[in-house]
């Protein structure tokens, strides 16, 4: 008898402990993946398209992606990691670090600074995430990528503040809104001085998480 009701509690129970530790998302959410679970995901907006792999080891995250600038005609590879360094409750932060080689078409039919280069581009991130509920999460991000030309004379900086949300599907989905603000600044192998304007994006991804 007392075996048969201690059983039925821990049934009653696990669900209730899977919910309060299930973290959602695979795009930007969360900030830094748990340890043993994994996502890919893939986003269009503008100005760039792409998709990404998302890998958690506990404190670290490994992501690698690719995107492609449809203003720029560019494509850009990319590895990085993120570093799950706060968590409290339902808010995490995690610093990130990239660095993807660049390769730019130099396409002036949208940007007119634009300029053709094979180069590094080095970037830093901080990334948070909110779960507001057990289905939606606030993300908010800063990045600063920093293109360096290797075979020109030239670079671009272009640091960006994004907000959104994403929102779980089911089946382990889930959709991601999101837009960025900021300022770029091109120099070109014929400019005399930087180039200075405002820099944009926003982004309509899914991501699938694997485990």
Request: no cysteine.
């Amino acid at each position: 008898m007392i075996s048969t009701a201690l059983l039925t509690l821990m049934l009653a129970a696990e669900p209730a402990t899977a919910l309060e530790t299930r973290v959602t998302g695979g795009v930007m959410a969360p900030a830094s993946l748990p340890a043993g679970t994994n996502a890919l995901y893939g986003f269009v907006g503008a100005p760039d398209v792409g998709v990404g792999y998302r890998q958690g080891f506990g404190l670290v995250e490994f992501e690698a992606r690719g995107l492609f600038n449809i203003f720029e005609v560019s494509v850009l590879g990319e590895v990085g990691f993120k570093f799950g360094v706060f968590q409290a409750d339902k808010l995490r932060l995690a610093p990130g670090i990239a660095l993807g080689l660049e390769l730019n078409s130099g396409a002036r039919y949208i940007d007119p600074f634009n300029f053709g280069f094979l180069g590094l581009r080095p970037r830093l991130a901080l990334n948070a995430s909110y779960d507001f509920t057990q289905t939606i999460s606030g993300i908010a991000q800063f990045e600063l990528p920093v293109a360096i030309a290797l075979t020109v004379s030239g670079f671009q900086v272009t640091p960006l503040l994004g907000a959104g949300a994403e929102f779980h599907l089911g089946s382990n989905l889930s959709l991601l809104v999101s837009a960025h603000l900021g300022f770029d600044a091109t120099k070109g192998k014929d400019d005399v001085d930087p180039h200075y304007r405002v820099a944009w994006a926003g982004r309509l991804g899914i991501g699938y998480r694997l485990f």
